[in-house]
């Protein structure tokens, strides 16, 4: 099982792997969450929006969604 170190660690790394992407590949869930670890801030204005698939959700995941795709600006 992974513990919160787990969490921990993988928010470090996307906080760390952020100023080096060109590309980011995002699930958006349409849902607030409560929880201790999130992606990090990130300036959307520095970004493009390359795709977008929206998703109603369903059976198995009732909550809208999109997958995204972000290109950084050059």
């Known amino acids: 099982s992974r513990g919160l170190g787990d ?4 928010q470090q790394l996307f906080r760390q792997a ?3 992407a060109d590309r980011m590949l995002l ?3 349409r849902r607030p969450y ?3 670890a999130y992606f990090p801030e990130w300036d959307e204005a520095a970004w493009r929006l390359t795709a977008s698939e929206a ?3 369903g059976p198995d995941f009732p ?3 999109a997958f995204q795709t972000w290109e950084r600006k050059k």
């Open 18 to 20: 952020l100023p080096l």
């Open 7 to 10: 969490v921990y660690k993988r």
């Open 63 to 65: 909550w809208p969604y």
């Open 27 to 29: 699930t958006r869930i």
């Open 55 to 57: 998703r109603a959700g």
């Open 34 to 36: 409560p929880g201790d």
